[in-house]
């Protein structure tokens, strides 16, 4: 493999160019809830509202427009479980090149057919990440398509790196900037741009506790940020960002399902985990930097219904907004329109009531209730169950 080098700021500069008017220029959003919070202002460059909605596309796009014309007609490949296999599909039909995005398995429906829609040809018999990695660079050895690499690339960094340009324009206040680090090319081209233009300002990076490799964690495991769950980051990209970045902290689901849910809530942002892991490390108060402005990059806003469904479901118990709660009533009529009563008179909503009865240790005469209630806060929970203690009932609350 031939030795690679950091790109420069001329070669961000020129990354810009070419994708001028193809890319978007994304806009950076102020947040008062989110400075309220923190204590400090907060300001959001949305890349989550990219084309093909994460920051992909801008190395994807570099890089084919980077390609000779024989290049460009033997068509590139890549393999990827997600939005790097959308931003080279959706580049290459731009540029009217093919494209064969070889996939998982396992890899998200949604994310299968967004990257065909793209019009990519799709090969998704690999067990593996890694098994797709290596049938993408068969590929590209015995047709001449060239391999796009999602991270570890000169051009592909440097089209990440045009983020970085556009906050020494769009933010020149900023203090701190907050970064997501999977692979690295993201953390790599913008701390390249920054470090050359503003070089007084702290970056920050962030990796799921889960798969922190940067961090110096060398466990692996499942996250909800699977766009940042890079077991292997880059040489070229870890040794850029190892010298570039003041610091790579860790954040934890909990903390990735909280930040999600209150970007959607607060700023009305939707981000998938990898998009709001800067968030949460800033809300989890690790970024450091004093209480200057910071810049939080929200990477992606790719995620799947299903997981966002869950995630929401989970945050907003967490924070004390769904109260499943279960007690025992009378088997009599009216004992239920009595318990629903109290709630009611409580201000509480109630979602769903399930009986039983069967496989219970009750008396005959009784039936257990499990109600899933919607709440303001957990200081709203603890007055219903105070409440229901006070009449009488005995509630067990489950989550």
């Given at each position: 493999?031939?030795?690679?080098?950091?790109?420069?700021?001329?070669?961000?500069?020129?990354?810009?160019?070419?994708?001028?008017?193809?890319?978007?220029?994304?806009?950076v959003f102020g947040s008062e809830t989110l400075s309220?919070?923190?204590?400090?202002?907060?300001?959001?460059?949305?890349?989550?509202?990219?084309?093909?909605?994460?920051?992909?596309?801008?190395?994807?796009?570099?890089?084919?427009?980077?390609?000779?014309?024989?290049?460009?007609?033997?068509?590139?490949?890549?393999?990827?479980?997600?939005?790097?296999?959308?931003?080279?599909?959706?580049?290459?039909?731009?540029?009217?090149?093919?494209?064969?995005?070889?996939?998982?398995?396992?890899?998200?429906?949604?994310?299968?057919?967004?990257?065909?829609?793209?019009?990519?040809?799709?090969?998704?018999?690999?067990?593996?990440?890694?098994?797709?990695?290596?049938?993408?660079?068969?590929?590209?050895?015995?047709?001449?398509?060239?391999?796009?690499?999602?991270?570890?690339?000169?051009?592909?960094?440097?089209?990440?790196?045009?983020i970085g340009l556009e906050l020494a324009e769009q933010?020149?206040?900023?203090?701190?900037?907050?970064?997501?680090?999977?692979?690295?090319?993201?953390?790599?081209?913008?701390?390249?741009?920054?470090?050359?233009?503003?070089?007084?300002?702290?970056?920050?990076?962030?990796?799921?506790?889960?798969?922190?490799?940067?961090?110096?964690?060398?466990?692996?495991?499942?996250?909800?940020?699977?766009?940042?769950?890079?077991?292997?980051?880059?040489?070229?990209?870890?040794?850029?960002?190892?010298?570039?970045?003041?610091?790579?902290?860790?954040?934890?689901?909990?903390?990735?399902?909280?930040?999600?849910?209150?970007?959607?809530?607060?700023?009305?942002?939707?981000?998938?985990?990898?998009?709001?892991?800067?968030?949460?490390?800033?809300?989890?108060?690790?970024?450091?930097?004093g209480e200057g402005p910071v810049t939080v990059i929200?990477?992606?806003?790719?995620?799947?219904?299903?997981?966002?469904?869950?995630?929401?479901?989970?945050?907003?118990?967490?924070?004390?907004?769904?109260?499943?709660?279960?007690?025992?009533?009378?088997?009599?009529?009216?004992?239920?329109?009595?318990?629903?009563?109290?709630?009611?008179?409580?201000?509480?909503?109630?979602?769903?009531?399930?009986?039983?009865?069967?496989?219970?240790?009750?008396?005959?005469?009784?039936?257990?209730?499990?109600?899933?209630?919607?709440?303001?806060?957990?200081?709203?929970?603890?007055?219903?169950?105070?409440?229901?203690?006070?009449?009488?009932?005995?509630?067990?609350?489950?989550?």
């Open positions: 493999m031939p030795t690679r080098t950091a790109p420069t700021l001329a070669d961000i500069e020129a990354a810009r160019a070419r994708i001028d008017g193809i890319a978007r220029v994304t806009p309220r919070m923190t204590g400090r202002p907060v300001l959001l460059k949305a890349e989550n509202l990219q084309r093909t909605g994460s920051f992909k596309v801008r190395g994807a796009v570099n890089k084919i427009h980077s390609l000779s014309e024989a290049e460009r007609a033997a068509g590139v490949v890549a393999a990827t479980a997600g939005n790097h296999g959308q931003a080279v599909a959706w580049a290459a039909r731009e540029a009217q090149i093919a494209a064969t995005i070889f996939m998982p398995r396992d890899t998200p429906m949604a994310k299968v057919e967004a990257t065909r829609t793209y019009g990519a040809r799709i090969e998704s018999d690999a067990q593996t990440l890694e098994a797709a990695f290596e049938a993408a660079l068969e590929f590209a050895g015995s047709t001449g398509a060239s391999f796009l690499h999602g991270f570890e690339d000169e051009q592909v960094i440097a089209g990440q790196g045009t933010v020149p206040e900023t203090g701190t900037v907050v970064i997501p680090v999977g692979g690295g090319g993201l953390a790599a081209g913008v701390a390249i741009a920054l470090r050359a233009l503003r070089p007084g300002l702290r970056l920050v990076g962030v990796q799921a506790e889960a798969c922190a490799p940067l961090a110096g964690r060398t466990a692996h495991g499942y996250t909800i940020a699977e766009g940042i769950a890079v077991k292997n980051p880059g040489a070229l990209t870890s040794s850029i960002v190892r010298e570039r970045l003041d610091d790579i902290v860790t954040v934890s689901d909990e903390e990735i399902s909280a930040a999600i849910v209150l970007l959607v809530e607060r700023t009305k942002l939707l981000v998938e985990g990898a998009g709001a892991a800067g968030a949460a490390a800033l809300l989890a108060a690790r970024v450091g930097g929200l990477s992606g806003g790719n995620i799947d219904a299903t997981l966002l469904i869950t995630v929401m479901r989970h945050g907003l118990t967490v924070a004390g907004r769904y109260l499943v709660v279960r007690t025992r009533i009378s088997d009599r009529p009216g004992a239920l329109a009595k318990l629903l009563n109290l709630i009611a008179e409580e201000r509480v909503s109630v979602v769903s009531v399930d009986h039983h009865r069967e496989g219970m240790a009750l008396s005959i005469a009784d039936t257990e209730v499990a109600l899933t209630l919607v709440t303001r806060d957990e200081d709203h929970c603890a007055a219903l169950l105070e409440a229901m203690r006070r009449g009488g009932y005995s509630p067990e609350r489950l989550r």
